[in-house]
Structure formats: structure tokens, C-alpha cells
């Protein structure tokens, strides 16, 4: 392999250049998808059956402009409200709306019905003021839904269509808004100005994080490595597979989605690990071997780093692998470019840093080791040596307690689908969703389908049922149907003392004939979102003032009751549907993504230490922190959502390294011929302030999405430190304690068949960490 | 070919138009077909008698023929040149005969692409006519009529409309209205008209085609019979419930 790199060293730089280079010019052309609902596929029921209802009653995302003031109820406001809702009825993109100039008063008057606006004219006088706000409240189509009952808040909710882009009808919207300024406070909300968000806020987040990210791991690497000319290698190696990973997001024909973000993140992270072993273990075979011509020293650096660097390679990939099992679809997409950027690191590495070195060479050698720094290393690692050897059975007994603890927090474990909680509490989009939520009976929507004959008076009293008993469901806010046009149209045309006030008529005839009544009277319109031309299909639109996700279970279970003896076909879909399915991926992706992840590391772990038993040791870290992670996820109020079930997957990728490592290490120690407490003496001097640094280094990279403007990914940053911190004390506490009290047998593996004695430690995977980082015992 | 500067003022030549299209009485069949833009279509029939009385007031009675469920729902429209339509509408499966107000013209008739101010004769003081550039050729006079308010424009629903006059005949052909993003939404086509005395017409067959949903309603006027003598008291409440 040596001599194949020095042969094509040139080739080997200008293709790892021009990968890099085609990457850069192709990432521009990345597309941000914000639509929450394409995460799921398109096979999954609750989108089926929402395409369904929106393919008939169109699209159901609402955009909600709310008006806020002491008294809402002034003619200054009430006449900035009119001039804004009369403009937004003019855009193209907006299909229909609710406002408090849309509202009817359905009235029986002295034997007339009439159809009027609730609002016919904008009253000046304070009286009259006073009994519009009156009327307001007492109008059931009014009270929470375009006014509050406080009188201090109106809405104007619009549903958008898809004749332009929902980019150009908020853009109009928010020029009707600015061109009409006022006292009232507004703010705009709604799924619509959440995606606007998320694009906005996903664009700005790549935009912070990645340069921070590339900071950080600068800082961290010209701490390890000491020269610039060392730093650049494993930071040209970040550099190229972040670009390559990010190019493929376009080349696929994928969009960046709000989790996407983490790729380079993660490729930050990782891929500089193999780019610091070489480096770190060239300058160490330049010290040690100073009469060495660069040649030699690079055979001597890739015949004894290629095994471990593969092995370090195959089980990162391994992990994030795991991601393919999810069927949230961007998790799946970030397995994929994840995995491919480790791979080419690792590939790169291989072959572009050999490379690079043999054309650069001098530079790279070590000149200031800093033993200073490295004692206080020293001291912590040979007081936990001790302690271990001393105490293995009790460092277990008492692991096993902190585990159990943090365990039993996984019972209060939560799952979150809700957009609205990626934004930080103080988000305009977060404080319009609450008063819309509050106030407004939510923007989330449930969708019900029923086709038939929705004439037929059986199927109208089963939709009235429906509407009436889902209305009290806990969070609920609003239900309209077309069972409440007909009632509030039977109290128009009886008195409140004759039969038929305020109830749905028993015969098909009469139904009919209060449609034409209708039709005459308002404007279809003003429920074509309820039934279709010829009224075979009714749609009833449950607003959420809670979206949570158990409420959204709750409520589908109860339109499933509802519903069973309703004699139609029914289809329930919405958004918060969707979401709901959303969060059932979730667990299903966390569970197959966690087995996948766990037992191809433990059939790699196996494979590693020839032995089973091995394996499954080997994997006792990896458990530990699994639990740990998500107990403390549990306690801690961080629920599992898009990003923060993706975490386990990259841990186990990334952490089994450490054990890998130990292992390794200690079982090199016990082939030396030195006794066990000996060998975890020896191991964990050696070893583990190698350890410790890789998984500080990995953290470090991690450490930018604390960064980030999404709570969500914010928390994956604070959690990266949880789980990494807990895989390493599981390498370097519990492993070291395991193997001390249980001695188990498959220690004494062969890690070189070929070779023996001193050369054998210069090819094994101590080698690489050691010499990873600068002021190594071993070379002193 | 006219001279822009010689063109008669387009206000007198839509308002020649509508004169002529307004006769005394007429009673006829209208059948209304909504056709979806997946082809599915509904049906309606309704029997309707109008009659015109001083002060260009206008009432019209309607009777349901079709479909079945509202067969015998019967209308009375009371059409004010200056004031809000009165409308009363008496279903007989519930016994009950309401007066409904309703002010807006720019409503859907009957759930079709047409409007309630597509079935009148709209006031011709709502809109600001004038000459586009090409009337005048081709036999044709092109006109734009622009609401004269904002007010107005929310009544119709429209921000503008073209219409196509047969220069000769004064009848207009094609009607295209724009909506408030300036954008051509709806198109009406006479495909038809029945003529009447002292040169006066109607429409018989007209088709409005919704470009944004892609839905097309057609009117088609049958048994068509002019200066029938109808008795004011056909139109009355009373009469609705017979």
C-alpha cells in the first residue's frame, strides 16, 4: 500500500482536491425542505389519508394573523383589521378565511332569516362599540374564534391554496400588514410562518454552526498536534468529506432538513480521528526513529495504524448505520451521508495523509511536548488505576446503582412532534402559537372525511354527535362542521319554543332544502371547506388548542368510537396526524435503529477480540450509557423528537471506540506478561489520556450545536456530552473494574499473528492513540 | 374603423347594452349545470317568471324543478334599483317561508361560477367605464368597467371587467373579469341569445369558465316566453306556499 501511495501521490491530492473542490460548487444548489409532514413516507396511513381529504377540501394549513390590544373592539383597530382582511381576501394564494368581517349573524327576526355580516359597519360611538362586542360574544361562529372572550384579541386565520408559492402569499401578506400600521400589536403564526421560519432559522443554523464547528476542532487539533502544518492534514480531511457529505445532499436530490444540519456536525466530529492518529503517530516514529528516511517512516506509520484505524472506522460507520433502520426519512438521509463522509475520512486518510506527508514531510515533527499538562493527566488516571484495582467490585456495584438510577428515568421518557417546541420560548412563531393555542383553539388540525350521503338525516345526527363529543375532548379547541351550519340554520327557522330549534331535521327533503337555503342566502363559500358540491362528502376540521402528542392519540381513539356506527366511509388525516405517526417512527426508528446499531457492533466487537464473550463485554459500556442517555432524558424534561432520536445511533458509532480502545490495550498488557493489576495500571497510562482526549475532542465538535437556534438541536448538543462522557467512564471505569474482578477469558487474543515483542506494540492500536496526542508516556 | 376621439362614451354604450337586454316580463326554464374540473357535474332546474315594474324595480319568482329533494322550494327576489334585494324563500319540507338579506353581489348563484349580479342587470353608476385599445375594430367595442369604490369592487368581487359589445347588435359576447391581483379569473361566454321585440334580447345559453378551479358552469334558458301577462299577485309571499 506504501508504495502504491508514493507512486500515485499526485493523482491521489489532485482527486481528493477535486472531490473537494466539485463539492464546494455543487453545495450551493441544496434545497431546505421545511415541511414537516415529508419526513414521514408518503406510504404511512395518517399522509395517505390526509392527501385524501386535501384533494378534496384542499390544502388545511392556516395562516393565523392575530391583533392584539386592551380593547380590540376600537374603531381604529376594527377598521386596520377590515382594511388588512379586505387585501388579504384579494391575494391569489389565500383560498378562504375566517375574520371578524367574514363572520355571519344567522338571525330570525320577526319571520325573516337573515344572513347578515357581523360586523355591517364599523360603529364610532362608544355604546355602539359596546354592543357590537356584545354581539360578538354571543356569536358562536364569533367568541374564540375571530374575537377572544376577553375582547383583547382578533384573528384573521386564511387558508393558503396552491395556485403560487406560499413564499409569495406571505411576503404579500406581511406587505398588507406593513402598509397598514396601528396600535394593536400583531403577530403572525401558523404552519405556514413555521416553515418560513424553520427555512430561515435551518439556513442560519448551517451558516453558524459549521464555521463554529471548524473553530472549534482547529483549536482542539492545533492543541493535540502543535504545528500548523500537522493541524492542516486532519483538518483538510474535515474540510473535504464535510464539503463531499453536504454536495451529496443536492446530488441525491434530497433537501436540508432541520436535523440535516447535524451531518457536518458530526463529520466535524469524527472525521478528523483517523487524520489525528497518523499525524500524531508520524511525529511519534519521528522522534523515535530520527535517522528513519520519510519513506520508511511512512511504511512504518501504515503498517501499523491501518487495522485499528479500521476497525475505529468500521464500527463509527457501523452506528450511524443504524440510522437506515429509521423510517423518519431525513434520519435515514443523515445515516447515509454520515456514513459516507466517515467512510471517505477514513479512505482519505489512508491514502491522502501518507500522501501529503511524503510530498511535505518536514513540519510535522513535534517540537514542544507539553509534559506539564500531561501530569495532571497522569495523576487522575493513577489514582483511578488504583482505585479500580483496589475496589473492582464495589466500582461495579456502585456503576450498576447510578445506572439503575438514571434508568428508571426512561418511565418518564416523552415524545415530541410538535414544531412549534423547536423554537425557543421566546420565537415570535413560539409566542403566536401559544396565544393562537390559547386563545384561538389552536392552528394544529385533525381532519375527518365522511363520504355518503350527507343529506341523509341518520349520517347528519352521527356528524353532529361527532362534533359535539370531540368538542369537549381535552385539547380540543375548536370543531367546525356542517352539522352546526344546520343547527344554527334550524335556529334561524324555528322559534326557540317550536320542535326542530336548534336540532337536525328527519328528513333528507328538509336538509336539502336548508343547503338551497343556505346557497340563496350566504355564499357557499363559506362552507365548501365543510361539504363538497354535491354534498357526498363532509369535512370536519378539529382545531388543537394542545398538540401534544397523547392528546392527539386520545382524540383519534375517540373519532374511532365515534365514528363506528356512522354509516360512511371515514378517513382521519390533518397535520397533527401526521405528526402523531410521526412520533410513533420515532420510537419505532429509536428501537430498530438501537438493535441494528448494537448488534452489528457487537458482532464487530466480536470479530475484534476473537471472541463472543468479548463482544458482549465489550458492549456493557455501550448498554450503560444507552440507558443513561435516555434516563436522563427522562428526568431532565428532553423529550425524544426528529433530532434527539438520532443521538443513540451516532453514540454507539462513536463511543465503542473507547472500549474498543481499553480492550485493546489492556489485553496487550496481559499478553506482555503482566499481571491484571499491572496490565489496568499500564492500560490506563497509556491509554487512557488518549481516550479521554478523543472523547474531550469529539465533544468539543459536538459542542457547536449548543449554538444552534433550534432548542431541539441544542439539546443534542448538551445530550453529545452526556452520552460521550458516560461511554468513556464506561471504558475507563466500568471495563477496566469488569475485566479486574471477572478476569474473563477470551483476554490473551492475538492482535498480530506475525508479529512478536517491542514491534508488536508499534503496530497495535495503543500505538495510535498514544501517539494520537502529544506528550504520550510511551515515547518519553 | 372609428377614431378613438369619435368613439360614443363607453358608459352610454354599456348602458345601451343593458337596456337592452331588460324587458317587461318573461317567464322560462333555467337549467344550471356545474361540471367539476374532473368532469363530474350537477344539475339544477328552476321555472322563473320575472316581471319589471316603475322605478326599475325588478321581482322574479323561481320555482324548483329539479333535483328531486328541493322540488317545490319556491323564491320570490325582490330586486331594488337602489336599495338591497329582498328575497324570501319558503321550503316545503319544513313548512316555513324566511326572508333572507343578503347585500352581496358578487356571490356565488345557486353555487355556480356565475354571480347574483351575473343574473341581473348591475347598475351601471357602480363602475368607471372606458375604451380599451382595440375597440372600435373588428365590429367590436372593448370595454373596461372598474368599480367606482372599494366598497364596490368587494361587493362584485372583482378589481375590473372586459367587455366584448357586438358593435352592430349592442350585445355583449364575451365578458372577462380580473381578480385584485390583476389576474384573469373568470370568463363568460354568450354562446347564444333569443331575441325579443323592439329589438331587445336574452340571453339563452351562457357558460362561465372559473380558470383558477378549472369549473365551468352553464346556463341554458328554455321555453322562453315573453310579455307573458302575469298578475302582480304571482308575486307575493302568499303565492310562495301555493
Not at chain 1, 497522569?378 to 438514571?406: H, M, Y
Not at chain 2, 373579469?177 to 389576474?183: I, L, T
Not at chain 2, 384573469?184 to 339563452?204: A, T
Request: positive net charge.
Amino acid at each position: 500500500m506504501a508504495d502504491f501511495i508514493f507512486r500515485y501521490r499526485w493523482i491521489i491530492i489532485l482527486l481528493c482536491l477535486l472531490t473537494g473542490a466539485g463539492s464546494v460548487l455543487i453545495i450551493p444548489r441544496t434545497k431546505i425542505d421545511p415541511e414537516m409532514r415529508n419526513y414521514i413516507p408518503q406510504s404511512i396511513e395518517s399522509r395517505v389519508e390526509t392527501d385524501k381529504i386535501e384533494s378534496e377540501f384542499g390544502v388545511q394549513d392556516m395562516v393565523v394573523i392575530l391583533f392584539s390590544d386592551s380593547c380590540i373592539v376600537s374603531s381604529d383597530n376594527l377598521n386596520r383589521i377590515k382594511n388588512i382582511d379586505r387585501s388579504i381576501s384579494r391575494i391569489n394564494g389565500i383560498s378562504s378565511r375566517i375574520s371578524p368581517f367574514t363572520v355571519k349573524n344567522i338571525k330570525s327576526e320577526e319571520g325573516m332569516m337573515t344572513v347578515d355580516p357581523l360586523i355591517k359597519g364599523i360603529p364610532s360611538s362608544a355604546p355602539d362599540l359596546e354592543l357590537l362586542g356584545k354581539d360578538i360574544l354571543e356569536n358562536s361562529f364569533a367568541r374564540d374564534i375571530v374575537v377572544s372572550s376577553d375582547l383583547t384579541t382578533a384573528s384573521i386565520t386564511a387558508t393558503i391554496n396552491n395556485l403560487v408559492t406560499e413564499k409569495e402569499t406571505l411576503q404579500k401578506i406581511d406587505s398588507v400588514i406593513s402598509s397598514n400600521p396601528g396600535n394593536a400589536k400583531i403577530v403572525k403564526g401558523g404552519l405556514p410562518y413555521i416553515r418560513q421560519s424553520l427555512v430561515k432559522d435551518v439556513g442560519k443554523d448551517a451558516i453558524i454552526l459549521i464555521p463554529v464547528a471548524l473553530l472549534i476542532m482547529l483549536i482542539v487539533l492545533k492543541a493535540s498536534l502543535g504545528s500548523w502544518r500537522s493541524v492542516l492534514l486532519p483538518f483538510s480531511i474535515v474540510v473535504l468529506t464535510t464539503a463531499f457529505s453536504l454536495a451529496l445532499i443536492p446530488l441525491t436530490g434530497w433537501k436540508m432538513s432541520i436535523i440535516t444540519v447535524l451531518v457536518p456536525v458530526i463529520l466535524i466530529a469524527v472525521a478528523n480521528n483517523y487524520g489525528i492518529y497518523l499525524v500524531a503517530r508520524f511525529q511519534e516514529l519521528s522522534f523515535r526513529h530520527p535517522e528513519a528516511t520519510r519513506k520508511e517512516l511512512i511504511r512504518m506509520l501504515i503498517k501499523s495504524l491501518n487495522m485499528p484505524i479500521l476497525f475505529s472506522g468500521l464500527t463509527t460507520v457501523a452506528g450511524i448505520l443504524g440510522l437506515l433502520t429509521h423510517s423518519i426519512i431525513p434520519a435515514k438521509q443523515i445515516g447515509i451521508l454520515a456514513a459516507a463522509g466517515v467512510s471517505l475520512a477514513l479512505l482519505m486518510s489512508l491514502l491522502l495523509i501518507p500522501a501529503l506527508i511524503f510530498v511535505s514531510g518536514s513540519g510535522l515533527t513535534l517540537k514542544n511536548r507539553k509534559r506539564d499538562r500531561a501530569k495532571l493527566f497522569d495523576n487522575i488516571l493513577n489514582n483511578l488505576s488504583k482505585l479500580i484495582i483496589k475496589n473492582p467490585g464495589r466500582i461495579l456495584l456502585v456503576s450498576a446503582l447510578v445506572i439503575i438510577l438514571f434508568a428508571s428515568g426512561i418511565a418518564f421518557l416523552r415524545i415530541d412532534t410538535n414544531q412549534e417546541n423547536y423554537f425557543a420560548p421566546k420565537h415570535p412563531v413560539r409566542q403566536a402559537s401559544e396565544l393562537i393555542n390559547s386563545k384561538f383553539g389552536g392552528s394544529q388540525t385533525i381532519s375527518v372525511m365522511i363520504k355518503g350521503d350527507i343529506k341523509d338525516p341518520e349520517l347528519m345526527k352521527g356528524i353532529d354527535r361527532l362534533t359535539t363529543e370531540i368538542k369537549n375532548q381535552k385539547g380540543v379547541g375548536i370543531v367546525f362542521s356542517i352539522s352546526q351550519v344546520v343547527r344554527e340554520m334550524s335556529k334561524a327557522i324555528y322559534t326557540s319554543t317550536e320542535d326542530g330549534y336548534d336540532q337536525i331535521p328527519d328528513t333528507r327533503e328538509a336538509i336539502a332544502q336548508m343547503f338551497e337555503l343556505y346557497n340563496m342566502s350566504g355564499s357557499p363559500d363559506d362552507f365548501k371547506q365543510l361539504t363538497d358540491l354535491d354534498n357526498t362528502k363532509a369535512h370536519i376540521l378539529i382545531r388543537l388548542s394542545d398538540p401534544e402528542n397523547n392528546i392527539v392519540k386520545s382524540v383519534k381513539a375517540r373519532i374511532s368510537e365515534l365514528t363506528v356506527n356512522i354509516p360512511a366511509e371515514i378517513s382521519v388525516g390533518g397535520y397533527a396526524m401526521i405528526m402523531s405517526d410521526f412520533a410513533e417512527s420515532i420510537i419505532k426508528g429509536q428501537i430498530s435503529s438501537l438493535l441494528f446499531a448494537v448488534i452489528t457492533v457487537l458482532l464487530l466487537l466480536t470479530i475484534i477480540f476473537r471472541s463472543f464473550k468479548g463482544g458482549l463485554i465489550g458492549s456493557i459500556p455501550l448498554t450503560a450509557s444507552i440507558l443513561i442517555l435516555f434516563g436522563f432524558m427522562g428526568y431532565s424534561g428532553i423529550a425524544l423528537d426528529a433530532a434527539t432520536a438520532l443521538l443513540s445511533s451516532i453514540m454507539i458509532g462513536v463511543g465503542v471506540d473507547f472500549t474498543i480502545q481499553y480492550i485493546w490495550c489492556f489485553n496487550l498488557q496481559i499478553n506482555s506478561g503482566l499481571s491484571y493489576p499491572e496490565a489496568t495500571s499500564s492500560a490506563m497510562r497509556t491509554i487512557g489520556r488518549s481516550i479521554i482526549i478523543n472523547a474531550l475532542t469529539v465533544m468539543a465538535g459536538f459542542g457547536a450545536l449548543m449554538f444552534s437556534g433550534f432548542t431541539s438541536i441544542r439539546f443534542f448538543g448538551y445530550l453529545v456530552l452526556i452520552s460521550i462522557g458516560s461511554c468513556l467512564i464506561g471504558a475507563l471505569v466500568i471495563i477496566p473494574a469488569f475485566l479486574m474482578k471477572y478476569k474473563p477469558g477470551f483476554l490473551g487474543f492475538e492482535t498480530d499473528k506475525k508479529k512478536t515483542g517491542k514491534d508488536e506494540k508499534e503496530s497495535n492500536i495503543i500505538g495510535v492513540t498514544t501517539a494520537a496526542f502529544a506528550g504520550s508516556r510511551s515515547t518519553a | 374603423m372609428q377614431v378613438a376621439g369619435q368613439q360614443p362614451d363607453a358608459g352610454q354604450i354599456m348602458n345601451k347594452s343593458r337596456d337592452l337586454s331588460i324587458t317587461s316580463s318573461l317567464s322560462a326554464n333555467i337549467n344550471l349545470t356545474i361540471t367539476e374540473k374532473g368532469g363530474a357535474s350537477r344539475n339544477r332546474t328552476i321555472a322563473m317568471t320575472t316581471k319589471s315594474f316603475a322605478d326599475g324595480l325588478e321581482k322574479r319568482f323561481i320555482k324548483f324543478i329539479e333535483p328531486a329533494d328541493v322540488r317545490g322550494t319556491a323564491m320570490l327576489v325582490v330586486d331594488n334599483k337602489n336599495s338591497a334585494d329582498e328575497m324570501w324563500i319558503y321550503l316545503p319540507a319544513l313548512k316555513k317561508t324566511r326572508r333572507i338579506v343578503s347585500s352581496e353581489k358578487g356571490k356565488s348563484f345557486m353555487s355556480s361560477e356565475f354571480s347574483n349580479a351575473d343574473m341581473a342587470s348591475p347598475a351601471i353608476s357602480d363602475f368607471v367605464h372606458k375604451h380599451l385599445g382595440k375597440s372600435g375594430m373588428n365590429n367590436q367595442w372593448i370595454i373596461e368597467s372598474t368599480p367606482v369604490n372599494e366598497d364596490k369592487a368587494d361587493e362584485y368581487g372583482f378589481s375590473r371587467k372586459i367587455s366584448y359589445i357586438n358593435m352592430t347588435s349592442n350585445q355583449v359576447q364575451k365578458m372577462e373579469f380580473y381578480n385584485f391581483d390583476n389576474e384573469l379569473f373568470k370568463i363568460i361566454e354568450i354562446k347564444s341569445i333569443f331575441p325579443l321585440s323592439d329589438g331587445k334580447y336574452m340571453v339563452k345559453n351562457m357558460v362561465a369558465s372559473n380558470l383558477n378551479t378549472n369549473r365551468k358552469s352553464e346556463i341554458l334558458f328554455s321555453n322562453i316566453s315573453e310579455g307573458v301577462k302575469v298578475d302582480d299577485s304571482n308575486f307575493t309571499i302568499q303565492n310562495l306556499e301555493r
